[in-house]
């Protein structure tokens, strides 16, 4: 989750028209939004779900996980698409996140939960 939080400061596009660096905070006149504050909100929530060991709490955490992950390809898709001809360069802010969603996503289908029985009497 931290690299998530991280990859929001970083540059994820850069427009050539514009001559400008977009990142999870910045977009011109805010057309993409600001998907930086979406992703440190699911991320707390989802750091909190690691840290509970209850079968709820990764249940819960493993659908937050993959709500960021189709939000991040939803990003992906937006930053680094094509308009008017101009293609604007990926930058390694927006790999980053792509590949921390989809480790988050990873840690959540594979949680350390250990599961007891209890003896039928």
């Keep these: 989750m931290i690299a998530l939080i991280i990859s929001c400061f970083l ?8 001559n400008k660096t977009f990142t999870g905070f910045f977009s011109e006149n805010n057309i993409y939004g600001k998907p930086g504050k979406v992703f440190i909100f699911l991320g707390i929530i ?9 079968v709820w709490a ?10 960021i992950v189709a939000y991040a390809i939803r990003n992906f898709i937006i930053f680094s698409g094509c308009y008017r001809g101009i293609c604007p360069e990926k930058k390694e802010g927006l790999w980053l996140m792509l590949a921390a969603a989809l480790m988050s996503l990873i840690m959540a289908v594979v949680p350390d939960l250990k599961m007891v029985e209890k ?3």
Excluded: G, M, Q, V
């Design 11 to 18: 540059p994820w596009t850069f427009h050539p028209d514009l």
């Design 46 to 54: 989802s750091s909190i779900c690691f840290i509970y060991s209850r």
């Design 58 to 67: 990764k249940r819960f955490n493993f659908f937050i996980c993959a709500i």
């Design 119 to 121: 003896e039928n009497d």
